[in-house]
């Protein structure tokens, strides 16, 4: 059954990077005729300060805090909505974040997640993002894009598809044909090279990228596909694909999967995907993989 989506969902928690999301979703919510919904979750710590207070004290407190993000929230949303002249709903609430953006997106049947990484996302290492934004991308059923950089083109001249032998290649490549005719984009898949001396591997990436090529191509998109090596200046394959999009010149979307081949983990984000959200430069795109199985592009 073909889900009716509502809204898109734009996470805030007021910093530099969470408004540069809510401006980067301007474009999409014209190009799906949705409305934004401006999101923001007052974070429920347990030892909250709220706590010194009898109970009665304690709500109004409460009610005063929330009240000035409300305000804030607001004027946000309004001052973004006369800009943008699109419907932006403020809501605040109260919680877990991660939980809240997650029931949020469901009860609001949003077609987007799209997030500002602040320095919440850092985690124990450079590469790593943090609890919030990695607990959204994992779970959401709807399509999470990050934003870790100011980005100013408005649209969306390619998207970056990279490709490996995992078993949900052929949903990778359908969901970037979605996208891509929503954008009016053209797509730009790419295949790392990690052992060549594998020459066995190699040929499967290269048969892969050709049939890939192909589907598109059939779909009426402009497609593009390239092996490009990782090399000893390039410590890892995220990093090669990053360099990659960075010498393009006209990559405005990475589009991953964040659920490894093995499956072993139900919610898993790979070193690479985590590597790929963390340090690009452009929005990406996470899509956790509705179907597992062996998928090939054969007709």
């Known amino acids: ?64 805090y929330e009240g000035r993000f409300r305000k804030e929230l607001i004027k946000i949303a309004e001052d973004a909505g006369k800009r943008s002249g699109i419907t ?36 124990s290492g450079k590469n790593m993002i943090g609890s919030v934004s990695g607990r959204v991308i994992r779970r959401a059923k709807c399509p999470v894009i990050t934003i870790n950089n100011k980005h100013t083109y408005d649209g969306c001249r390619s998207i ?28 730009k898949i790419v295949s790392v090279i990690v052992s060549p001396d594998d020459k066995n591997i190699t040929a499967q990436l290269e048969h892969q990228l050709k049939q890939a090529k192909a589907f598109v191509k059939e779909s009426g998109v402009q497609c593009a596909a390239e092996l490009i ?18 010498k393009q010149g006209d990559v405005d979307l990475i589009m991953i999967m964040t659920q490894q081949e093995t499956g072993l983990f139900e919610f898993f984000i790979g070193s690479s995907a985590q590597e790929i959200i963390r340090r690009a430069r452009v929005p990406v795109m996470s899509i956790i993989p509705k179907e597992l199985g062996f998928i090939t592009f054969a007709h």
Not at 160 to 187: H, M, W
Not at 229 to 246: F, G, M, R, V
């Open 88 to 123: 932006i709903n403020p809501v605040v609430s109260s919680g877990k974040e991660y939980d809240k953006i997650l029931k949020a997106s469901e009860l609001l049947e949003s077609k987007f997640i799209v997030m500002g990484l602040n320095g919440e996302s850092i985690a």
């Open 1 to 64: 059954m073909k889900r009716n989506f509502n809204t898109i969902l734009v996470t805030t928690d007021f910093s530099e990077k969470s408004l540069i999301a809510l401006e980067e979703s301007f474009n999409l919510a014209r190009l799906t005729g949705l409305d934004i919904t401006l999101f923001h979750v007052i974070r429920d710590s347990g030892h909250s300060i709220f706590s010194m207070f009898d109970s009665e004290k304690s709500n109004s407190l409460k009610k005063e």
């Open 229 to 246: 090596p990782k090399t000893d200046e390039h410590k890892s394959p995220a990093c090669s694909i990053l360099n990659y999009a960075d």
């Open 160 to 187: 970056l598809l990279p490709l490996d032998l995992t078993v949900e290649t052929r949903q990778k490549v359908s969901n970037a044909i979605e996208i891509a005719k929503l954008f009016g984009s053209s797509i």
